[in-house]
């Protein structure tokens, strides 16, 4: 029981997480399936649209699933000393109301999908799956920041219910038109021109709205730059910035040229490039997945705006971040840790010992990652011996299970299974098997005799993988800006390893002809993230 409320927090955040995700699907191949499939007809792929409705109905029982466990999961944490609330006074907060509508909508959608199936020329079913799937995606603005706030609550809510339903129809599209492709083999991509015009309308959409939801959360550049909330925006805008960028590419090989009314272009583009456009398509739409996942963690920190005092200053940043140091190469003994701090006490202030102890691990576990992105990038060039790189990953896991999270088996303080209790372990314990798994799956790769194995995907998987943790990281510390500085640094890390994994991910699934310029990427974005680790710091 005691595990169980320990990690209702990540388990409210991860439910959230795929509540939103569940919504934007649901939307996004809902608009797919009635309006971008309707416009070409004869050049859909086959069974195209039965693919599109069978994800809308997908996405909206994810999100009834998912409220569901929300609600479950607030029930058990509003338990105290075995004494539950009611289960009636639960569901009729303003918490458990927004929850039920949810579910019922989603129920809703999904009765539209089959509906629909059964007589796919009915405009009322039709209308009814649209409006189903959008009120569905607004619903989402129910469990944001603006039901919290006092002034401008209504403007506020219809803000963010229009950003619901932008981000919905953009990323739930993507999703949609990179499964359908997946799931096709048909040579050609005029299937997917129509996108580009409800594309645009959501990417406009979510810019003005994002930009709204912005101004009344974060409000100042100072919050911006001196909060976890801020920090998370603007890694935010940032993901976002790349999806746009990867969207004028397809959209450029989809109508030939860069057109902001691309109904109206006649020019066909190459379909040669049919395998391009794809592939990149599938690392546009689970990067816009990894988007709402980052969104989820936002929602879950209180907004910059209310912050106040516990801003980082500009000055505190550039001292903490910008100014160079040596990387700490030798740490206390384990005697001198548990002598200078309870260890037990994860809400005990943090001493000088500790924060030495973390910046060793951080910064030692840095050196072995930049020499392995330096061996990674001599492998390309030819050397042949270096492709032996991933056996350091082995070393690796072996000192951080060493250095991490020292107040368990190192020093005895905290038994095994009650050092599981705090979520961020359980999240260090996750990235140190991911980093295990990692290094035997690479070195059996690259040592082996079939280079077209499966295992080639584990290193891009895992990368990725540990990036998405990275950005939705949770720390138990007291003292905010200390909070603050280890969500910079490990936000910074979570974008380079996403880019070290879809690179690599790029690298495999392209054509020959087109694998060189991430084939270049992947090995230096390793070594940068292992320099990230070296000149981490804690305050």
Aim: with cysteine; charged share 15%; net charge positive.
């Amino acid at each position: 029981m005691l595990l169980w409320r320990v990690v209702i927090p990540l388990m409210l955040l991860w439910l959230r997480a795929a509540g939103l995700v569940g919504h934007a699907v649901a939307l996004g191949s809902a608009v797919f399936a009635l309006v971008v499939l309707h416009r070409e007809p004869a050049q859909r792929p086959a069974r195209a649209l039965e693919h599109a409705l069978a994800l809308t109905g997908i996405g909206a029982l994810v999100v009834v699933l998912a409220q569901a466990g929300l609600l479950a999961a607030l029930a058990e944490a509003l338990t105290v000393d075995d004494a539950r609330w009611p289960l009636s006074a639960l569901l009729g907060s303003t918490v458990g109301t927004a929850g039920l509508a949810r579910i019922t909508v989603g129920l809703v959608t999904v009765a539209a999908v089959i509906a629909l199936c059964q007589a796919p020329a009915s405009r009322v079913r039709r209308a009814l799956l649209l409006g189903s799937s959008v009120l569905l995606a607004a619903t989402g603005a129910l469990a944001s920041h603006a039901m919290g706030r006092m002034d401008g609550q209504a403007s506020l809510l219809v803000v963010t219910a229009l950003h619901q339903v932008a981000v919905g129809v953009w990323v739930g599209g993507l999703v949609c038109a990179a499964i359908i492709a997946l799931r096709t083999d048909s040579v050609g991509n005029a299937w997917l021109r129509p996108f580009s015009t409800v594309a645009l309308a959501a990417v406009a959409g979510i810019a003005c709205t994002g930009l709204g939801l912005s101004l009344a959360y974060v409000g100042t550049a100072g919050a911006a730059i001196g909060t976890s909330y801020g920090a998370m925006v603007l890694t935010k805008i940032v993901l976002f910035a790349a999806l746009v960028a990867m969207g004028a590419l397809n959209h450029r090989a989809l109508h030939g040229r860069l057109t902001l009314a691309p109904w109206r272009a006649p020019r066909a583009a190459d379909d040669g490039g049919s395998l391009l456009v794809r592939r990149r398509l599938e690392v546009e739409a689970a990067l816009a997945v990894v988007t709402i996942l980052l969104a989820a963690s936002i929602g879950s920190a209180p907004p910059a705006a209310d912050a106040g005092f516990q801003r980082a200053t500009w000055s505190e940043i550039r001292a903490v971040v910008f100014t160079p140091k040596w990387p700490r190469l030798s740490s206390p003994t384990l005697t001198e840790l548990a002598a200078a701090s309870d260890l037990s006490d994860p809400n005990a202030p943090r001493t000088a010992e500790i924060t030495a102890w973390s910046e060793f691990g951080h910064n030692v576990a840095g050196l072995f990652v930049v020499a392995m992105g330096i061996l990674a990038t001599l492998e390309r060039l030819g050397v042949r011996w270096a492709r032996h790189w991933p056996l350091l990953i082995t070393v690796l896991a072996g000192f951080v299970a060493f250095s991490v999270d020292p107040e368990g088996w190192q020093t005895g303080t905290v038994g095994f299974w009650e050092h599981l209790l705090s979520p961020e372990v359980v999240q260090h314990r996750i990235l140190l098997i991911l980093t295990a798994l990692f290094g035997f799956a690479e070195w059996r790769v690259r040592n082996g005799r079939h280079p077209d194995s499966r295992w080639n995907y584990v290193f891009p998987l895992v990368a990725i993988s540990s990036g998405i943790l990275l950005l939705a990281h949770a720390h138990e510390l007291s003292d905010s800006k200390s909070a603050f500085f280890m969500e910079l640094s490990h936000l910074a890390m979570g974008l380079v390893s996403l880019l070290v994994g879809w690179s690599r991910w790029l690298e495999l699934r392209l054509p020959s002809a087109a694998r060189g310029l991430p084939g270049r990427i992947w090995a230096p974005a390793l070594a940068v993230f292992g320099l990230l680790l070296v000149l981490y710091r804690e305050v």
